[in-house]
């Protein structure tokens, strides 16, 4: 049976560090009953997985969770729903897309107002049945729908918020990630976490158990104290091409002048490990979105990270100890050279990030979103949003021949207008058994905050417009009027 974790996007979270670590490794007899409700997250909310792909039910391809937060269901207003779209030999499908709320049998609890469950934000085999799992997060909570032959289809447990042993830290909300970090084959949660005054990061290792949500163990590290930096996000990821999961925790080592504290730590059987320094740019934003993948196929996943407060993405190439020693990490703005478009504050460019191979040369590519670009006009198209394909290749990230799309772009539907935020989101798709990709983007803000996702496609010249298709939430049998649909995907 298939088992494999999917690498995941920015958390709010600490990280285990020294030599060899030593972590706290409990038994699930051990653990105590949860605790109360998690406090109110300080850092970033949590962003689009990338890496391995999402697959619900099994067969193999790729599938695609998208979130649509301010839906209506039934008369609850804004509670929030979540599409899944499955892989087929010819694509996804959307329009057999199933859609899925706390309305829906079997997911635990009832539809709130204002809940806003919607963050699609990790996925992968967190009971080791086979079939990937999908992390949803809301009112600084987080609940796991359980994959099956059928896909998602309503089971799922809330996640406890801590107290998992007398003195375990709690989770905090705001992020998270998944990953196989023990290399068990069996992917794990990781969160930020606190304790009093003290952060770290909590990994609970799977299994998690599908009645409670109780981890087959924990690991806890408090980073304040060990590592001397304050924990701010955390990435996790394959950086060391071992197959074993990393993390990446990313800080400041002084708030008073922003100045950036990070570390790589190495998954083992025996716990993290720890690698080289991660020296990222660091500042607090409300979002900060993260994608793992080999931009130049040197069998290292690399990380990009999302800055859009800065209008930068941040490239980091891995290696044996985490960061690459050959290859120098690199920001790119609207300003570098070969990067289409003006960098003006306000753009948000970084606002999504997602990578996979766009132009078939073997090469995974980056796309980023600028959600707040202004079109040629700024009256009629402030903040209608563009993305931009940034190649890999042999040296890593390349400028030559970047692209940028917008709904403007010929083929590409509807127009740009004002506040449409294309761009909210990305995920580069396995389109079957072709070997290609499709790219899907994100407009939260199309229509009047309804929200559209596009379908662009690929081929050896890259992404192109021509034969680009639309959907919105009704299309696939939602809610009428949407609530900001496409503004995070999981895939």
């Known amino acids: 049976m298939r088992r494999r974790a999917l690498t995941a996007a920015a958390v709010c979270a600490a990280v285990i560090a020294g030599t060899t670590v030593s972590t706290t490794v409990l038994a699930p007899a051990a653990l105590a009953a949860p605790g109360a409700d998690t ?156 304790n009093g005054m003290s952060y770290g990061v909590s990994a609970l290792l799977g299994p998690l158990n599908r009645d409670t949500g109780k981890p087959a163990g924990v690991w806890h590290r408090d980073t304040s104290t060990l590592d001397k930096f304050n924990i701010g996000t955390v990435y996790v990821g394959d950086l060391t091409g071992d197959g074993t999961a990393d993390i990446v925790a990313s800080g400041s080592a002084d708030l008073s002048n922003g100045t950036p504290g990070g570390v790589v730590l190495k998954g083992s059987p025996d716990g993290l490990v720890k690698g080289s320094a991660f020296t990222g740019p660091y500042m607090r934003e409300d979002s900060m979105p993260a994608a793992f993948g080999d931009l130049n196929k040197d069998g290292y996943q690399d990380l990009v990270t999302g800055y859009p407060g800065q209008n930068k993405v941040y490239v980091t190439y891995g290696g044996k100890d985490g960061v690459s020693d050959t290859l120098t990490s690199r920001a790119y703005t609207q300003a570098s050279a070969g990067v289409p478009g003006l960098d003006e504050a306000g753009d948000k460019f970084g606002s999504a990030v997602a990578v996979g191979d766009t132009d078939r040369d073997g090469y995974a590519d980056l796309v980023v979103g600028a959600s707040y670009e202004t079109g040629s006009d700024a009256a009629t198209t402030a903040k209608s949003g563009a993305v931009t394909v940034l190649r890999g290749g042999p040296s890593g990230i390349t400028t030559t021949g970047a692209a940028s799309f917008t709904q403007n772009s010929k083929g590409v539907p509807s127009t740009s207008e004002s506040d449409d935020h294309f761009g909210a989101a990305a995920a580069v798709v396995d389109t079957g058994d072709d070997g290609g990709t499709e790219l899907y983007v994100g407009g939260n803000g199309e229509d009047g905050y309804q929200g559209r996702v596009w379908k662009l496609a690929t081929g050896a010249s890259g992404v192109t417009g021509e034969g680009a298709t639309s959907f919105r939430l009704g299309t696939v049998g939602g809610p009428a009027g949407g609530g900001n649909f496409g503004h995070r995907m999981a895939g």
């Open 39 to 194: 406090p109110a997250a300080q850092a970033s909310a949590p962003a689009q997985p990338a890496g391995n792909k999402a697959d619900f039910n099994g067969d193999g391809r790729q599938d695609l969770a998208i979130g649509a937060h301010t839906a209506t269901v039934g008369e609850v207003k804004r509670a929030g729903v979540v599409t899944v779209a499955y892989g087929t030999p010819t694509g996804l499908k959307y329009e057999t897309a199933t859609v899925i709320s706390q309305a829906t049998p079997g997911v635990p609890s009832e539809p709130v107002a204002d809940g806003k469950w919607r963050e699609v934000s990790s996925a992968g085999d967190l009971d080791g049945d086979g079939y990937d799992d999908l992390v949803v997060h809301y009112l600084q909570k987080n609940m796991v729908l359980w994959g099956s032959k059928d896909g998602i289809t309503g089971a799922g447990t809330a996640l406890p918020s801590g107290n998992y042993t007398a003195d375990s830290p709690k989770l905090l909300g705001g992020g998270m990630g998944v990953g196989d970090v023990n290399g068990d084959g069996v992917a794990d949660f990781v969160s930020r976490a606190h």
